[in-house]
């Protein structure tokens, strides 16, 4: 068995891994992918230090930085089922898509977050390429431009806050006949000038040139008009989905929207089980808040198992 095992091989899955190394702990990581929603980035401006690099890049780095130790990293391993150890102290098991099973006494989980897609024609064929879904991220690329915000929860409406303060104008468009987000929330948006708001709206396609997004597709959902919008951005701001579907029968903690519920020493409701990154209850979803958890978690397992007699 590994003295640490990781769940996830993303940012904070790779800061784990190298803490718990640098610990002298036998440590491994199984993911799913290697490296995870950073693959799937293009430009990264917000990487503190690193001016810009690309996903790829980035990914290929946290590769080669785990790389330099002694950590036994099983790509393409999806985890389906984790089974917590009886008492304190003991084996944790993780279940593996093919069949395998992985102990440890501590375990640390970071299987991340995927966006919740729109699901319809041009958001995947544009993506990184005028379709977006980050505003910390990608805000800056859209200067003076005009886009769209799909969302009008509490996500939505502050990334339409948050982008009306760069870009040059954001329509937000709703798909209920209302926004959800938080009044005083609405309030701000609403006060300012370069701001449509579109409620009942069903976004139909986004379009574009072949090259970059042009515009954007709607029905109107109280008439059935449709509409389009001419626009150089769209941000889908319609949900974060954690991955924790395979932790549904495991008895941690979630919350009703399915995060890993931590502690501020990154601890779960499982004695000996941590979580990092966009995985749990974290606050701000970026690869260097991620990254930091990450090293916190393995700190905390680090604290356990020198605390914790093996059962
Ligand atoms: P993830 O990166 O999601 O990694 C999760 C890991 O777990 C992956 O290896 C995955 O394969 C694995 N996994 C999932 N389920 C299982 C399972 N059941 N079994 C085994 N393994 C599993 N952040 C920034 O700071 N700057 C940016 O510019 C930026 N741009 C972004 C652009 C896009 C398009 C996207 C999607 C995100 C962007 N982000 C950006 C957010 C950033 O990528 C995330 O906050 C960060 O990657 C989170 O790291 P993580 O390690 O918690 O999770």
């Known amino acids: ?27 491994g990581i199984a993911a799913e992918r290697f490296g995870g929603q950073v693959l799937d980035t293009m430009g990264i401006e917000n990487f503190i230090s690193i001016p810009y690099t690309e996903g790829p890049k980035l ?7 785990v790389a330099e130790y002694d950590i036994d990293v099983m790509n393409l391993q999806l985890a389906e089922k984790l089974i917590p150890a009886s008492q304190v102290g003991g084996l944790h098991e993780v279940v593996l898509a093919n069949g395998a099973s992985l102990k440890a006494r501590a375990l640390i989980l970071t299987t991340g977050a995927r966006w919740r897609n729109l699901g319809v024609p041009g958001e995947f064929e544009y993506r990184t390429r005028g379709v977006a879904y980050c505003p910390h991220c990608d805000g800056p690329l859209f200067k003076g431009k005009r886009v769209a915000v799909i969302g009008g929860g509490n996500s939505g409406v502050e990334a339409a806050i948050d982008l009306a303060n760069i870009v040059g104008h954001v329509t937000l468009v ?33 379009l574009g040139d072949g090259e970059q997004v042009t515009g954007l597709a ?41 995060e890993i519920v931590i502690d501020d020493r990154a601890a779960t409701s499982i ?17 260097i808040i991620a990254m930091g958890e990450g090293a916190k978690a393995s700190l905390s397992a680090f604290d356990y198992l020198i605390r914790t007699q093996p059962a």
């Open 1 to 27: 068995p590994f003295e640490v095992l990781i769940v996830g091989g993303g940012p904070a899955g790779a800061a784990a891994s190298i803490y718990t190394a640098r610990k002298g702990f036998r440590t």
């Open 59 to 65: 990914a290929a780095q946290l590769e080669q930085h």
């Open 174 to 206: 709703e798909f209920d006949p209302q926004l959800r987000a938080d009044q005083v929330l609405q309030d701000k948006l609403r006060s300012m000038a370069n701001v449509d708001i579109i409620v009942s709206a069903q976004t139909t396609e986004v």
């Open 218 to 258: 709607y029905k109107d959902r109280s008439d059935g008009t449709e509409h389009t919008i001419d626009l150089q951005g769209v941000f889908v701001q319609i949900g974060l989905v954690p991955n924790t579907e395979w932790l549904q029968d495991s008895g941690i903690e979630l919350t009703t929207r399915g």
């Open 271 to 287: 004695p000996g089980v941590f979580a990092a990154g966009d995985v749990t209850t974290v606050p701000y979803k970026q690869i």
